[in-house]
């Protein structure tokens, strides 16, 4: 192959990675579910954990927990043990063996958006690129539900943004919807 026909396949590869490496920083939006607005499911967790994984991707993906608090509740499914591991800036409780919640209060933790902890309410609205419908008023928590998969209901997640009084988040709370 001659010299330049090596710069130019050089050159369209580079920007093709350009192109890529672009398209893959566009954040994940609100999305328009009909009556109500919503975030894909795909996008639901963080620190690369999601909700409804198996227990053990916990400690696969960060490590052992600073801590592990036990705890428990009853929903409609009967009593369950909650166990949270702690990680000190992010904390996951794990119900009958799979991720039911994962919360922060920490800056140091984004969500693929890259919405985190600290950014104004004004900052978080610009990245979800509209309001959401439901935001009346001066509420200070909203939450945001996973949209449906190929028109059907998956699971009903939700994640909760918590703002202060001065309209600062100051945490990001995903929970499973279970029974």
């Known amino acids: 192959m001659t010299k330049p026909f090596l710069s130019i ?3 369209l590869y580079m920007v093709a990675f350009a192109v890529s490496a672009e398209a ?3 954040p994940v939006v609100l999305i328009d579910g009909g009556h109500f607005d919503c975030l894909p499911v795909a996008t639901f967790g963080l620190k690369g954990l999601r909700l409804w994984q198996p227990e053990a991707q916990v400690t696969v993906l960060l490590g052992k927990p600073g801590a592990i608090e036990m705890g428990g509740s009853e929903d409609d499914g009967g009593p369950y043990e909650v ?3 702690n990680y000190g800036d992010l904390k996951v409780d ?3 063996g799979l991720i039911d919640r994962i919360f922060t209060d920490s800056s140091h933790v984004a969500m693929e958006s890259g919405i985190r902890v600290g950014q104004s309410m004004k900052q978080v609205v610009e990245i979800l690129g ?3 419908r439901d935001w009346q ?3 200070f928590e909203f939450s945001i539900v ?3 998969v190929n028109g059907k209901w998956v699971q009903e997640d939700y994640v909760d943004l918590n703002f202060n009084a001065d309209k600062i988040l100051v945490s990001i709370d995903y929970a499973a919807n279970r029974p």
């Open 83 to 85: 166990r949270t591991y």
């Open 24 to 26: 893959q920083e566009q």
């Open 94 to 96: 794990i119900v009958r």
């Open 130 to 132: 509209r309001r959401p």
């Open 137 to 139: 008023g001066e509420g």
């Open 9 to 11: 396949l050089f050159f």
């Open 146 to 148: 996973t949209c449906p």
